[in-house]
């Protein structure tokens, strides 16, 4: 008979921030506020730990009637989440709001990612395993994600098709440099047609006829592109190949990327 868990005293690690964080070890009761890292935990077999995530926590099915939801990841609903007594709160940088992450680092374990490429989500994948209580899973997932891509070969700087990959309509968004998004799109075969951009750039239809990219990718999220919008950017650029593409597979950088290699592969 397997005995219980009791947890020990406080495990003090270190977030991709740089910040030192001391978490009651095993945690036992877990918030996540991205949904990728909801996910992950899952995946992880920590669900039954998971008592808290965000209205976006879409992965697993179960993750939100199984967990209380606590508002979105840009709005925490901190009574709900006070009610839940957390002893470790999983967040990200970018996917969540400083004041919001201060505010609940006052009270609360808070570990942040801060993710930009493949290397850093593996890492993080290994940190939240054995913070959480999974070590060998982690570095087990971590291991297979990096051998999916290491077989994906990516061709040569000019062997690389240029390709627009648009976040959002009225206005135009593009994923630049520096974002995950942008490492993405390196390995699956593609160079960033607005590169010389940083972050989430604005751009008007001009400018996507100026730089004139052979594929464009319209991301199923955060705006919901659909084969109804492929059109409207045939339009700006009569050339280009537009497509939908499942910007989970993206964009998402926790155990989601297991399917990531093999889709880019077909997008070739």
Known sequence: MELPIIPSLPLT?????????AVP?????????????????FDLGLGEKVVGVTKFCIHPAEARTKAAVIGGTKNFDFEKIAALKPDLIIGNKEEN????IEQLAADYSV??????????????????????????KAAALAAEIKASFAALEVPAPDGLASAAYFIWRKPYMVAASGTFID??????????????QTRYPEITAEQLAAVAPKRILLSSEPYPFGEKHVAEFQAICPGATIETVDGELFSWYGSRLRKSAAYFRQLR
């Open 97 to 100: 709001y400083q004041a919001g």
């Open 183 to 196: 490492d993405m799109l390196r390995r699956a075969g593609f160079r960033n047609a607005f590169a010389g």
């Open 13 to 21: 690690v270190t977030d991709q921030m740089g910040r030192r964080v």
């Open 111 to 136: 570990w942040l990612s801060d993710i930009g490429n493949l290397p850093e989500a593996l890492d993080m994948i290994r940190r939240v395993g054995f913070t959480a209580g999974a070590k060998e």
């Open 25 to 41: 070890f095993p945690p036992q009761r877990i918030v996540s506020l991205v949904p990728s890292q909801t996910e992950l935990l």
